[in-house]
């Protein structure tokens, strides 16, 4: 039977003590994610000069935090019973990480109402 992991389960563990400080370095990139994600929306919405640069942006952040959220997860040692259900949970993140990532990044790089939108006509003869 698996249990759930509790505080106390965590506190009271030593194999299990980093698994607090990964808590709060895990917490302090998504909320990294939240507000970089609402600034984004934001110039998007507004339609700012360098919105799309900016959401290219946030989306490699965002990939690499995925990452980096999976290398620290894969750094504590779990229970056994924990391990399989560890890598079935961090192979499905990476594989949402990257369709998300192509599916934006290749919107903003290739959708026509994207350029007709946030670029003048200006600065898409120079990036050609």
């Not at 620290?72 to 040692?77: C, T």
Request: hydrophobic share 45%.
């Amino acid at each position: 039977m698996n249990t759930p992991i509790t505080i106390s389960m965590i506190e009271n563990n030593s194999r299990l003590a980093g698994f607090k400080v990964i808590s709060y370095i895990k917490i302090a990139c998504g909320l990294i994610l939240v507000i970089l994600s609402i600034r984004t929306g934001i110039y998007l919405y507004n339609i700012k000069q360098n919105a799309v640069k900016i959401a290219k942006q946030y989306l490699i952040l965002s990939l690499f935090i995925s990452f980096l959220t999976i290398l620290l997860d894969s750094s504590v040692k779990l229970p056994n019973e924990l391990e399989q259900s560890r890598h079935i949970t961090a192979l499905f993140s990476i594989l949402m990480s990257f369709v998300s990532f192509g599916i934006w990044y290749g919107y903003l790089n290739a959708s026509k109402r994207v350029q007709a939108t946030y670029f003048s006509s200006n600065e898409l003869s120079a990036d050609e």
